[in-house]
């Protein structure tokens, strides 16, 4: 019986895992040590000097794409 139960444990995990990974929107990507300060629309010309060296879980622009003020990756000549 405590095999079965651990294999129950197992399984539940692995599938929250699956389930719960956020879908990221177009041209970006679900990562699970991205950086505390993402380049943005608002701070593009002017970046973050000094960010604290901590993993952040959430979905990060790909292709030099940039955040916008919706959480988009876009181009930084889409910002304005």
Do not use: H
């Not at 000097?49 to 889409?78: A, D, F, S, W, Y």
């Amino acid at each position: 019986m405590p095999r079965v139960t651990t294999i129950l444990i197992v399984l539940a995990l692995c599938i929250a895992t699956v389930v719960c990974t956020p879908t990221c929107g177009p041209n970006a990507i679900f990562s699970n040590c991205a950086s505390a300060c993402p380049i943005t629309c608002k701070n593009y010309l002017n970046p973050p000097k000094l960010c604290i060296q901590v993993c952040v879980k959430r979905c990060t622009c790909l292709n030099g794409r940039i955040l916008n003020n919706k959480g988009e990756c876009v181009l930084p000549n889409e910002c304005y």
